[in-house]
């Protein structure tokens, strides 16, 4: 009896490990069944735009490697570094795409300006999954003190591979490297990390038609 008994509660013990084992897998499966992350890239005509002209843009809207079917639509919006809406406009998405335009106000001053996009449903999840590019305004009436692309600016922009950097796992990063007038050019460069030691070297790679 005493065997049978020892027998009976190793193997419930056994069980019981074993759904423990499994547990927070099915409830992370469950969790990305219920709320997919989205993830939103808006396709600009230019990078460098005069005051008083229109954005130009196409997106695309994709969940788990496939054009998005969650959300009906996107918000997309100008805005000034101090985070002030310039001009957002509401576009219906179909099938993952959309397309618009964005009214550039001719009363703005030179300067960066960033280019956001976002569904209701990313705004469940971080800010990291916001689109945001950065964008340069020539504006028709200047400001005193405010800047514009100094010659010989060379502007970086980086893209993680899956659009986030994730911690202690290898990530595939491609950059892009241009001039004042959002020409590439060709850059050398070096990496380093948070102790200032040197990481990895980096170059652009020039191809021409």
């Known amino acids: 009896m005493n065997k049978a008994f020892v027998a009976l509660l190793a193997s419930l013990l056994l069980f019981c490990l074993s759904g423990l084992s499994q547990g927070p897998e099915k409830l992370l ?4 069944v219920k709320s997919p992350i989205e ?53 219906p998405v179909f099938w993952g795409a959309a397309r618009g335009q964005l009214d550039i106000p001719d009363s703005l001053s030179s300067g960066n300006y960033i280019i956001r996009a976002y569904s209701a449903t990313m705004l469940n999840h971080t ?27 060379i502007r970086l922009e980086f893209f993680p591979e899956g659009g986030t950097l994730v911690n202690e796992v290898t ?32 170059a652009t790679i020039m191809a021409w038609a």
């Open 127 to 153: 800010a990291d999954f916001v689109f945001k590019r950065n964008v340069f305004i020539y504006g028709k009436n200047n400001k005193t003190g405010t800047s514009t692309p100094a010659a010989g600016m």
């Open 39 to 91: 993830k939103a890239y808006l396709h600009t005509d230019r990078e460098n735009y005069i005051a008083g002209e229109m954005v130009w843009f196409k997106a695309y809207l994709s969940s788990n490697f496939y054009p998005d079917t969650i959300s009906t639509t996107l918000y997309v919006e100008l805005v000034n570094e101090s985070s002030k809406i310039l001009d957002r406009k509401i576009i």
């Open 29 to 32: 499966t469950n969790w990305a």
């Open 171 to 202: 990530n595939a990063v491609a950059f892009k490297a241009t001039n004042e007038n959002g020409l590439p050019v060709t850059i050398y460069g070096s990496l380093y990390n948070g102790s200032n030691s040197f990481y990895h070297s980096i």
